[in-house]
């Protein structure tokens, strides 16, 4: 049985600073989210800091904008649409959000429901995307590939880029080993599993000061 210590990512939104050079996916007309050819889902360079686009009070920050529609977004991908939501990312471009979806009409009515929740959320600002998994479904092959008792380690495991899969990290002999992945990908169900190395994380218990404080008489 080998030890694994894991940890289960799935971040409901991130943060970009750089637009769609295409524009194509970028049509928003008032009151609709804006949808040009259906591309795939951004993906943000992970080599390039993804600094906030903007300043509130000196410091780096989301555009209102964007945040705001964001966090609408999430609150409906996460509820009512979760059969459609992925992902969505705040500014990318600054004051827009992409929203990931795996069906685009479904996509359209997530993004109105955003703004009926929230009047002062701008639908204008949305550009839908097609992923090809829900959240919903990444975060259930997730907790199958944590359930398993596999011959390598699983450090961590991880929507990955684009929520086009699982991310995992491993030893290099479950890097190297192709039945390792055949393993992770039929606990998903087909699911694509990226398996990379890493270490184990560090458990942080017992690492603390558990001094205890002097006790006033």
């Given at each position: 049985m080998a030890a694994m210590t894991a940890a289960?990512?799935?971040t409901g939104c991130g943060t970009a600073t750089k637009?769609?050079?295409s524009g194509r996916a970028m049509t928003g007309t008032v009151g609709t989210a804006g949808v040009g050819s259906p591309e795939p889902c951004p993906v943000t360079d992970p080599g390039t800091p993804q600094t906030p686009p903007t300043l509130i009070d000196g410091t780096p920050?989301?555009?209102?904008?964007?945040n705001r529609l964001s966090q609408a977004v999430g609150g409906q991908g996460r509820?009512?649409?979760a059969d459609v939501y992925s992902t969505h990312i705040t500014d990318h471009p600054a004051g827009r959000v992409a929203v990931c979806v795996t069906d685009l009409a479904r996509g359209r009515l997530l993004v109105a429901a955003a703004h009926e929740a929230d009047p002062q959320a701008d639908p204008a600002r949305a550009d839908l995307y097609l992923s090809p998994y829900t959240r919903r479904a990444l975060s259930a092959a997730m907790e199958k590939v944590m359930a398993l008792e596999p011959a390598f380690p699983i450090h961590t495991c991880s929507a990955g880029r684009g929520a086009t899969g699982l991310e995992v990290t491993s030893s290099a002999e479950g890097v190297a080993?192709?039945?390792?992945r055949k393993q992770l990908e039929k606990a998903t169900g087909g699911i694509p599993v990226t398996i990379k190395e890493g270490a184990p994380l560090q458990a942080l218990v017992g690492k603390a000061d558990v001094t205890p404080a002097p006790v006033t008489p």
């Open positions: 289960v990512l799935l637009g769609d050079p920050a989301n555009t209102p904008e964007g509820g009512a649409f080993s192709r039945e390792f």
